[in-house]
């Protein structure tokens, strides 16, 4: 499904990241792994590298010397609650919006003109189930994630044109060790798997989905 295929992962080294790698890896892609962390355990990578994407110039300096690729898969982010709406602190508000947006975005801004010179191909982003509409204690995460989604609409309306599609996957409760010491009383059976997540983010980094422009994938699990 992703023989031949250059694909860059980034928020290699966590979970999610590590599980996309894993399964690119069985299509046949080869997968390069970008991530704040200095080393990664997955054995799925053809190379990682240490970046910080929230500079875009350093997202830009690693990626553009890539080479061409053929898929951008922008794993890299993160949760966090606990703080209000009208709550005047900024720290968890200016958190979320870096590591989820600024980091799709810099990693997008790196990456377009290498597919485009490629003549195409795909980009997937992260969005969340729970940001499609707000939630009490989860103003900064809802938001953040809604302006992922919001720049994935419009990144594929700029591009399609372009023989790039750019699509979302929108999970909700991620079966994660962090998840699972966050929430202990939780039924993990009901989470969604990051394997099941993966599959779901590889069929839209290949030619599969080559009609799929825009679009906005729940992944429920069973919650």
Same mark, same amino acid.
């Given at each position: 499904?992703?023989?031949g295929?250059?694909? $860059?992962? *980034?928020?290699?080294?966590?979970?999610?990241?590590?599980?996309a790698?894993? /399964? %690119?890896?069985?299509? #046949?892609?080869e +997968?390069?792994?970008?991530?704040?962390?200095?080393?990664?355990?997955?054995q799925?990578?053809?190379?990682?590298?240490q970046?910080?994407?929230?500079?875009?110039?350093?997202?830009?300096?690693?990626?553009?010397?890539?080479?061409?690729?053929?898929c951008?898969?922008?794993?890299?982010?993160?949760?966090?609650?606990?703080?209000?709406?009208?709550?005047?602190?900024?720290?968890?508000?200016?958190?979320?919006?870096?590591?989820? $947006?600024? *980091?799709?975005?810099?990693?997008?801004?790196?990456?377009?003109p290498?597919? /485009? %010179?490629?003549?195409? #191909?795909?980009? +997937?982003?992260?969005?969340?189930?729970?940001?499609?509409?707000?939630?009490?204690?989860?103003?900064?995460?809802?938001?953040?994630?809604?302006?992922?989604?919001?720049l994935?609409?419009?990144?594929?309306?700029?591009?399609?044109?372009?023989?790039?599609?750019?699509?979302?996957?929108?999970?909700?409760?991620?079966?994660?060790p962090?998840?699972?010491?966050?929430?202990?009383?939780?039924?993990?059976?009901?989470?969604?798997?990051?394997?099941?997540?993966?599959?779901?983010?590889?069929?839209?980094?290949?030619?599969?989905?080559?009609?799929?422009? #825009?679009s906005?994938?729940?992944?429920?699990?069973?919650?």
């Amino acid at each position: 499904m992703l023989t031949g295929n250059s694909i $860059v992962i *980034t928020g290699a080294a966590g979970t999610l990241g590590q599980a996309a790698a894993k /399964k %690119a890896k069985e299509y #046949g892609a080869e +997968v390069i792994g970008l991530d704040i962390a200095r080393s990664c355990d997955s054995q799925d990578l053809s190379n990682y590298l240490q970046v910080d994407l929230t500079d875009r110039d350093a997202a830009r300096e690693c990626i553009t010397a890539l080479g061409p690729l053929h898929c951008l898969m922008n794993i890299a982010g993160g949760f966090a609650m606990g703080i209000g709406a009208s709550d005047p602190n900024d720290e968890q508000w200016d958190w979320m919006f870096r590591i989820n $947006v600024e *980091t799709a975005r810099n990693a997008i801004i790196a990456a377009t003109p290498g597919l /485009k %010179a490629n003549g195409g #191909g795909r980009i +997937v982003n992260v969005g969340a189930l729970g940001a499609l509409a707000g939630q009490a204690g989860m103003s900064a995460y809802c938001c953040a994630k809604s302006a992922v989604m919001r720049l994935t609409e419009s990144l594929s309306e700029e591009l399609k044109s372009d023989g790039i599609n750019v699509n979302a996957v929108l999970p909700s409760i991620i079966d994660t060790p962090p998840n699972r010491d966050a929430m202990p009383g939780a039924n993990f059976a009901e989470w969604v798997k990051p394997e099941q997540l993966a599959e779901v983010i590889c069929f839209l980094a290949s030619e599969r989905a080559s009609a799929v422009h #825009g679009s906005l994938i729940p992944v429920k699990g069973l919650v």
